[in-house]
């Protein structure tokens, strides 16, 4: 019998992997793991990693500049995002993977992840498995939407996880 006392006597925590993917990995998937990892600490979950790709992106580009804006109103920093396209490894890596649109899903799946991807408003009742407004292009306004979106289903995905999560 364990010791709950004893720390030498509990297994270690394992690590759970959350990997947002968009499309360029400038906008939405930077600026999900940017909240998902706000909120992880917050709710002290020092055991969950989060990384972030694009199934069209180029390896080392920047987050958008609106990218950059809307995520330092809230708190975050973008400036050191550097983009990098989905691979295989990142999919393995991946206990989950949340995708923006449904165009996301299928190439997670064809990299071998179908068992592990969702649309991210899979788990929000208002986002109802809606895509992720893709705000590349407009003007901050749209950033902003995008931005409140987000942040809805990760609220939404997290509470979902908490049951199994939670030290």
């Given at each position: ?45 020092s ?21 950059i ?65 893709d ?11 995008t ?7 990760i ?13």
């Amino acid at each position: 019998m364990l010791d709950p006392t004893n720390d030498a006597a509990r297994p270690e925590p394992t690590t759970f992997n959350l990997l947002f993917v968009c499309t360029g990995n400038t906008c939405r998937s930077p600026l999900a793991e940017a909240i998902a990892r706000q909120r992880i600490r917050s709710r002290g979950w020092s055991h969950v990693a989060v990384r972030s790709a694009g199934i069209a992106a180029s390896h080392g580009g920047r987050a958008t500049e609106n990218a950059i804006l809307v995520a330092r109103e809230h708190g975050l920093d973008l400036e050191a995002h550097v983009s990098q396209p989905i691979t295989s490894e990142l999919v393995e890596w991946a206990d989950l993977v949340l995708t923006m649109g449904r165009s996301q899903l299928m190439a997670v799946a064809a990299l071998g992840g179908e068992e592990k991807v969702a649309l991210i408003t899979d788990f929000d009742e208002e986002g109802g498995g809606r895509p992720v407004e893709d705000p590349f292009g407009g003007d901050e306004a749209v950033y902003r939407r995008t931005y409140a979106q987000l942040e809805r289903a990760i609220d939404s995905v997290l509470a979902r996880l908490e049951p199994i999560l939670s030290p």
